[in-house]
């Protein structure tokens, strides 16, 4: 049974989070062979992209980064044989293109191996409202 109306939790996104072994690395990685901009870093580094806050955690000194997981990152890419050569030409190792319904998707792996998604609509559409209707795809 669903709690009523009144008793839901007020819950309001606020980032998507990974840890990581080494600070360093990821960063680079991040910020200068994807390019996202990084806007703070303390003991966290922060990147805005398209109004998403993805955090990087580093992991405390022994523990273990458990890699491919039950989450993703996935970015809508308008043209994704461009992006795949882009990548490949930064020394980064992808999938092949797989096709889906809706579009068609290339998955690779940042430097503590998290799974990260290109996918590429099959209609030219605003990402931002196809989130409105958005369908799981993987």
Same mark, same amino acid.
């Given at each position: 049974m669903l709690p009523s109306t009144a008793s839901r939790l007020k819950l309001s996104f606020d980032a998507v989070c990974y840890y990581v072994s080494d600070m360093e690395t990821s960063i680079a990685f991040y *910020?200068?062979?994807? @390019?996202?901009?990084?806007?703070s870093r303390d003991s966290v580094a922060r990147f805005d992209l398209d109004g998403v806050l993805i955090e990087l955690? *580093?992991?405390?000194? @022994?523990?273990?980064?458990r890699g491919n997981g039950n989450a993703r990152l996935c970015f809508a890419v308008p043209d994704l044989n461009e992006t795949l050569q882009q990548l490949h030409a930064r020394g980064i190792r992808t999938s092949a293109i797989k096709n889906k319904k809706g579009g068609k998707l290339a998955t690779f792996r940042d430097p503590d191996d998290n799974e990260l998604c290109l996918w590429e609509y099959e209609k030219a559409e605003d990402p931002s409202e196809i989130v409105k209707s958005a369908v799981l795809h993987g």
């Amino acid at each position: 049974m669903l709690p009523s109306t009144a008793s839901r939790l007020k819950l309001s996104f606020d980032a998507v989070c990974y840890y990581v072994s080494d600070m360093e690395t990821s960063i680079a990685f991040y *910020r200068d062979t994807l @390019g996202l901009p990084m806007i703070s870093r303390d003991s966290v580094a922060r990147f805005d992209l398209d109004g998403v806050l993805i955090e990087l955690v *580093r992991v405390p000194p @022994g523990s273990v980064v458990r890699g491919n997981g039950n989450a993703r990152l996935c970015f809508a890419v308008p043209d994704l044989n461009e992006t795949l050569q882009q990548l490949h030409a930064r020394g980064i190792r992808t999938s092949a293109i797989k096709n889906k319904k809706g579009g068609k998707l290339a998955t690779f792996r940042d430097p503590d191996d998290n799974e990260l998604c290109l996918w590429e609509y099959e209609k030219a559409e605003d990402p931002s409202e196809i989130v409105k209707s958005a369908v799981l795809h993987g």
